[in-house]
């Protein structure tokens, strides 16, 4: 199942090419039973005006998704970043942060 953190979280001007890659992380998350939970899309800025992601991110583009990791057990989490690499293959950039996993459409 794929759900959205929160309403916070923006999926409009998502690129077809995330819509595959979104579909390939949903099948790794059910292979361990944990939800696949995306805790950021293409929103660019917060209500106030601070900037959610780095400049020059693909989020806003449409090309990253962030993926919830709390529930994916420490011990797991670099073998499940690796299953999703495998997944998604190199078209993807799969990137292991404290608290998300950050899923990129490699554009070069």
Known sequence: M??????TVKMAGIK???VVG???V???YSLVEVSCVITAGTEEFYLDGTRIHMKGSLHPQGYAL???SRDIPKN???NFCDELQE???SEYQVIKHN???HVEFDLK
Do not use: A, N, S, Y
């Open 66 to 68: 962030d993926f919830r």
């Open 87 to 89: 997944m998604l293959k």
């Open 16 to 18: 077809p090419e995330m």
């Open 22 to 24: 979104l579909m390939l």
């Open 76 to 78: 797991d989490l670099d």
């Open 26 to 28: 949903q099948q790794v």
């Open 2 to 7: 794929i759900i959205l953190k929160d309403d």
């Open 99 to 101: 608290t998300h996993i």
